[in-house]
């Protein structure tokens, strides 16, 4: 039997993001949002994160730098604790920020910076 998108999608979600924030996120669900939490399990983890044309840690990293350039602060915070809980090395998250700041601009990577000392501050 094929594993359906949601399922893979959750699987994924979780090896990123951890079992305590995946639990957290599901215990929160309400009438309001769960069907958008479940899109994003869906879409999101099921559909793009599965496919195969690059690493895990490529698309952690990318992930990180959309979110950074773009300012979603929180989202971010969350790709990040995720990175660390992957293991991606301190000096990759430098490097994508760093490259934040030469192309998606100086505040964007300074707010990325300073999340990420918050997260990371223990291996600092």
């Not at 957290?24 to 869906?42: H, M, P, S, W, Y």
């Not at 994160?49 to 773009?70: D, K, N």
């Amino acid at each position: 039997m094929t594993e359906s998108k949601y399922d893979k999608g959750m699987k994924i979600r979780r090896e990123v993001l951890g079992d305590e924030h995946v639990d957290r996120a599901e215990k929160n669900k309400t009438f309001l949002d769960g069907d958008f939490q479940d899109l994003i399990v869906e879409v999101a983890w099921g559909s793009v994160w599965s496919r195969p044309g690059l690493e895990r840690e490529v698309r952690q990293l990318i992930t990180i730098a959309i979110l950074a350039a773009s300012g979603n602060q929180h989202e971010l915070e969350i790709h990040l604790r995720g990175a660390k809980n992957t293991g991606i090395p301190l000096e990759k998250i430098r490097e994508t920020l760093m490259q934040v700041a030469g192309y998606g601009g100086i505040p964007s990577a300074n707010s990325a910076f300073a999340a990420a000392k918050k997260i990371f501050a223990d291996d600092l």
